[in-house]
């Protein structure tokens, strides 16, 4: 059954002509300037400072400390500073998704998993499915017809071959016992009836070899999927997709580390990091060790 499909035009959409009111533009260097200066302050103490000693490391304590509220206060100020524009920023978002979800949903991947978009994928891999069932069903019979032919002509071929190898030795014992009477008028009529039957069966044999090179010519089609058009010049094509499963660890494994070991490497760390942090502390092939880093605390 065909779709008539009617081709709307487009509403031009003016960014911006449904958004609310205007938010206000923000001078971010004016409304960071004390930020700043302060900021710069504790670069220059950071930078003079050397923990030397008891005085010393109870001075940097407190400027470690001093540092880590200014950039506290940096980051409170930037989340009040951004609340507003990331609010409109999800109305936004909300408003322009909803709209897409009339016509598409979409998964993390990016893959279409429902909407009207979603069906008329499904029923276009359906069509083509069945027509690749198709082409199977008529190239697994193309290749038996292939086979039979073959099969007849290599039969027809030993037939010609035994029946002249019995006339020579028909032949043969003629001239064995018919002795002096066997003339050249024998021999050259029993080399023309082999002549005569050769020339038949080379005929036969060439009819055969224009059937195959026909069948085989009808096989290479069927053998392409063929793109299905529509009439505004849109098209879908049959792409083949492979996956991979794993049937051998082992070898699997063996296989990606002469292909990329430190990948490999990477993800096992990564994995034993993760067991490491769960409290285990004897892994297979693997050393656990401990360092300590400082932590400021506030009173």
Known sequence: MTNQIDMFPAAEAKIGHNLGPELPEIDLDGWTDSLLLRAQVLVEQAANTTVADHTSVQEATLLAGLIRDH????EAERKETKAPYLAKTREIDNKYNTLKAMLALYNQK???VS???FNI?????AYQDEQQRIQEEEQRRIQEELRRKREEQEAAARAQREKE????REQAEKIRAEELEQDEKIRAERAAQIRAE???TDREQAERQVEIEKLERQADHAAAPQPIRSVYGVSAHRRPVYKVEIVDMTAALRW???LNEAALLAVVKQIYEAQVRAG????PGAKVTSDSAPVIRRR
């Open 256 to 258: 990606c580390r002469k």
């Open 165 to 168: 190898e019995a006339l020579k």
């Open 121 to 125: 994928l499904r029923q276009i891999k």
């Open 115 to 117: 909407g009207p978009l």
């Open 71 to 74: 950039v506290d206060l940096i």
């Open 198 to 200: 050769r020339e038949q």
């Open 280 to 283: 285990v502390r004897d892994l």
């Open 110 to 112: 990016g893959a279409v």
